[in-house]
């Protein structure tokens, strides 16, 4: 399973042409909720910042719970497929498909880690040239420093997105 699953990442890789239907040039900021432990916002809160910083292709989310106890989670993913799903008029909506990552810890009476790698499947509706409402689906492998080692996990995550 491993392997079919490497081998389909790297396929990927490959055979996809990148495209870019985001505002090239710009910076993308907004707020993000979600769940599941392949997503930013799992157990840090719940609801994070989104990034888009102009010049890297790179989506982030990061979240942070100040409490007892402490966590942060980040997400950094590359969409290999960012294209137009349905286009008509002012009407924008797109899909995309994107690799990345996440990193989890939490600090309290135990201290935990996490690692892994997400593969991010969504839908992203540009409102207007500066607004836009995403929603995506993540599952991922993740690699756990205390506990089981390998997991399997699924997130989901909601936005918004102002194009500055």
């Known amino acids: 399973m491993k392997k079919k699953l490497l081998l389909f990442c790297v396929a ?8 870019a239907d985001h505002p090239g040039g710009r910076l993308g900021l907004g ?5 599941g432990g392949a997503s930013a916002a799992a157990g840090s809160g719940n609801i994070g910042l989104s ?13 942070a719970y100040i409490g007892d106890p402490f966590s942060m989670s ?5 969409y ?17 498909l994107g690799i990345g990552g996440f990193g989890h810890f939490v600090i309290g009476n135990t201290v935990s880690a996490a690692l892994g790698l997400r593969l991010p499947v969504g839908l992203s509706w540009h409102l207007s040239t500066n607004l836009e409402l995403f929603a995506d689906v993540v599952p ?9 080692p390998l997991y399997w996990v699924w997130g989901a995550e909601l936005g918004l997105r102002i194009w500055l």
Do not use: E, H, M, Q
């Open 140 to 148: 991922g492998l993740g690699l756990n420093f205390s506990g089981d």
């Open 80 to 96: 290999l497929i960012d294209d137009d799903l349905v286009r008509d008029g002012s009407f924008n909506l797109d899909w995309f």
């Open 31 to 35: 707020i993000f909720g979600g769940g």
């Open 51 to 63: 990034l888009k910083l102009s010049g890297l292709p790179l989506f982030w989310g990061i979240t």
């Open 12 to 19: 990927g890789l490959l055979t996809v042409n990148a495209f």
């Open 74 to 78: 980040i997400s950094g993913d590359y």
